[in-house]
T-cell receptor
């Protein structure tokens, strides 16, 4: 079974631009979560989607948004990029949503904001 | 809010030495998960602990869940260079999300 895929793998943007990242979960997985990883802050939860509905949202500004499609694929969007948005963005899928679900991570999208 | 703290932040050992990382939560956890991230890679699930006082082993790795379900540890016996990476613990957050600790980065020199 193919793993979680994320596109693009690398991205360079300038301040003020917006960006859309894509995530395809493992086949059969209906939950997709997004995390931001930076050296100083570690893995920080952005949001989780299940059956096209946002189930939970982390403590990030409204510039960060996401959505999930009927095939469970998910996108996240960051508008008005700031230098501090430079990070590795990881998507993780799981079979369902719940406190015991194992997260299967994709390779991530490395975003550099100049 | 709930916090998951990990110590140490970094650990440098000689190959063959043992290694332990500790995870502490400010609240009782229903379960705890451990992940490993190799340099340049992504986090990979290692194990989940659910029961109070639970101990699980995977070859040279031993995982423990505290009696009060507020702390956990990962112990690696006789480290190898393949153990290099960052080890994260993660506990469920009140909103179904996983709350990750900041991880312990392990460096093993031959």
């Amino acid at each position: 079974k193919a793993g979680v895929t994320q596109t693009p793998r690398y991205l360079i943007k300038t301040r003020g631009q917006q960006v859309t990242l894509s995530c395809s979960p493992i086949s059969g997985h209906r939950s997709v979560s997004w995390y931001q990883q930076t050296p100083g802050q570690g893995l920080q939860f952005l949001f989780e989607y299940f059956s096209e509905t946002q189930r939970n949202k982390g403590n990030f500004p409204g510039r960060f948004s996401g959505r999930q499609f009927s095939n469970s694929r998910s996108e996240m969007n960051v508008s008005t990029l700031e230098l501090g948005d430079s990070a590795l963005y990881l998507c993780a899928s799981s079979l369902g949503t719940g406190r015991s679900e194992t997260q299967y991570f994709g390779p991530g999208t490395r975003l550099l904001v100049l | 809010g709930q916090q998951v703290m990990q110590i140490p932040q970094y650990q440098h050992v000689q190959e063959g030495e043992d290694f332990t990382t500790y995870c502490n939560s400010s609240t009782t956890l229903s379960n705890i998960q451990w992940y490993k991230q190799r340099p340049g890679g992504h986090p990979v699930f290692l194990i989940q602990l659910v029961k109070s006082g639970e101990v699980k082993k995977q070859k040279r790795l031993t995982f423990q869940f505290g009696e009060a379900k507020k702390n956990s540890s990962l112990h690696i016996t006789a480290t190898q260079t393949t153990d290099v990476g960052t080890y994260f613990c993660a506990g469920p957050h009140s909103g179904y999300a996983l709350n990750f600790g900041k991880g312990t980065s392990l460096l093993v020199t031959p």
